[in-house]
């Protein structure tokens, strides 16, 4: 049995006031489990599902046990989502930590880390200083530069994480 579409905004709220006390325990505890107890994730997931349950409280069963289990799929739905959308993501790859550089004004201190700089990227092979251009400089995806190299995608992202190790390698040494 659902909810009237024409219920008034207070009986709405009141609906969603006793959903929330009656389910987001459990609603919660489920979520720690599929974010393997990340706390900060799971409220987050929480938050996302009560909303949707607000958006969407025409369609959530009146039972108790029938709204809760729709509580339940929606979070367990919001965590795939979430899965697949870290999965598609490119990593993260960072750079070497740039915050030792000086500021413009200081010449000195600029140009012995453009020295610093250049003599890493020199014991690069010029295959790595090409790579790491081409993403970083030029600013183009792995995807791009392996269409443009033709070669995979995951070929481009190791050899651009090891470019990047060999030019942190590069940095300590000089």
Known sequence: MLLAPDVSAAAQAERMTAL??????AVLRLLLVLTHGKRQTAEDLLQE???RAWRHLDSVPVEADAARRWLLTVARRLVIDGARLRLNRPAEVHLVD?????A????TGTALAS???RQALGLLSPA??????EVYLVGR???EVAGRLGMPVGTVKSRTHHA???LRSGLKAA
């Open 20 to 25: 929330h006390a009656d389910h987001s325990r």
């Open 49 to 51: 599902t009560m909303l």
């Open 98 to 102: 740039m915050t030792w550089i000086p």
């Open 104 to 107: 413009d004004d200081d010449t």
């Open 115 to 117: 020295h610093a700089m």
């Open 128 to 133: 790595q200083r090409s790579l790491l251009c």
């Open 141 to 143: 995806s792995p995807k």
């Open 164 to 166: 990047l190790c060999a």
